[in-house]
């Protein structure tokens, strides 16, 4: 050290710093240039990232491909009220698994639902205290408790009808129309077929046939026109138990003054989803996609029924493009395909419009996108938002009226990465309010702080197949990995499994003397950290390409002469002008690590101690 000498100063107070792979590499601003399992966040130091354990012990099979979270809100007519769930969604060789997990309950996850006719992931959505499922194959629901079909299959043909001796003679004529019901949900197939016209004298008839293996329908709805009409009502004594009607049918012997004010649904209105994928919810409905075909649920058109479950055969609309997936931004509904982002705004079937937000921009994989809210911008108004992998390998943001790129920085990280193997993944907790890329390939996570606006050095962690928040409790969000056919979840520790990590940060090569003065050289004497409890390895280079050139260790340190050390601040000088004789340099980059450990660290200030030399 060079004790006695004048030395000056190049201070980092803030050690947050943002992460730039794609910078110049003499860049004026201090920068992280390369690192890995680092967190910064607004408390303006870095420090190691949490590690992930094993949410349960379930090893599964296959891959996870989702997860998903949701609560039956108190007041749900089962006792599962207030309950929260994580949902697995898995792939295996030959068919795709649903697994639910009631938390607080259930110890380890529990197989729901299985399709062997497929091996395409299952995506979820919540709606009317049932979360939907779909894989483009399989249409399900689930209440907590059971799997049923989403929405009910009508008859599949007109009912028949016998006669007998009765108090009904009508002229014109009479027809009737069933369908199925579920006396839990409320909800209604669409109609059957309309029955063939009858007339008689004094005559009583038994409708009958058409019956259903879906185990769901519990009750059948009977309708009949006045005579000679063309709207059909509930008869008086409908609905009758499905058991009851397959055995015996149903008798009719009432009168026109008689018959209910409850019409039937119309027809085709109260179809059962298309199989089709990726259910989001926008403007009270349900919407899917198949192909380049995009349906959604009724709404406001719907007679009778549970509007989630009923899909009219007219609500539907083709865009000439496969369509890749769909997310919310704000007000806005956006499909998006591989080249072309399109929107749907509105409210209603009448007010519903459909332009083009941007072409040139895209997706090839919808678990790489999601729905958020934040700020676009410091001070701006929190606004539903969309992040997406872009199909032009990087990351963009939009509100559905603009776009920004957010990936600048990190360009070269993600140049290469498999768009089949990504997943993004929004996660707000405390200081944490994180909009995460998932590289599963390459065996990374990107980490951008909503809060700083910078990217974090990347978190290395490997064989990564799903990323997911969600919450399992109130105030609980939990921050879901699927890696190596396991659920994990980030926790309060500092390894994966187990298994500890380093922690590593290099900056780019910045100036060690004022920038106004560019023709001026320092002689490093030392750099000064500031620390938690734990010290790290400190290496330097000076004068050369930080991606390509050799560091060189601050092999001496001591503690500083002048000051006494605390016992959860420290400082530690570490020496470079023994390490280099009087070399002068204009400009130097610092590597800093620590070792794995399960231990966190802090890193609050660092310091570059030079002689000026003019």
Known sequence: MAQGKQLQHHYLDKTNLPYVSNGSVTAKAVEFTAGSNVLTSIKDYFERRNGFSAYTTDSFSGDIKRFHTWRRWTGAAITLSGSYFAMVAEVTTTNSRVWKQRVGTDSNFQL??????STNPFDFVVSNNFIFFANGVDMKKYDGTTVTNWGITGPSAAVTFTSGAGSLSPVIGYQWVIAFGNSSTGHISSPSAVSTNTTGTARQFTISGNTTTDTQVDRVHVFRNIDGGSIFFELPGSPVTYANYAASGFVDNNADSTLTSSVAPLPNQNNRPTASDDPVWFANRIWTHSGDTLYYSDFEELVRGVEEEAFASTNLRSFGKEIVGKRVAGEYLLI???????RIYGDSLATFRMDTLV????????????????????????????????????????DGTSLTELSIPIRPDIASIVHAQAGMAFHASGNRDWLILMDGEGGKLYVYDLDTKRWMPPWSITNTTAIYSGATAVGTQRLFLGRSKTALNQDSGYTDTGVAYTATATTNLFDIVPLDNPSMTGIVDHIEVETGTVTPTVKFLLDENPATGTFTTASTSINPPNRTQGTNLLETWFQVRSETGNRAARRASLQITFSATDSNFQVYGIALAYEPIT
């Open 112 to 117: 729901i639902h299985t399709d062997s006719t």
């Open 336 to 342: 998006f395909t591989a080249d072309t982002i399109f």
């Open 359 to 398: 072409t040139g921009r895209g997706l090839l994989n919808r678990a790489a996108s999601v729905s958020f809210s934040a700020q676009i911008s410091e001070g701006s108004p929190y606004v539903g938002l969309v992040a997406w992998l872009d199909s032009s390998n990087t990351v963009w943001i939009t």
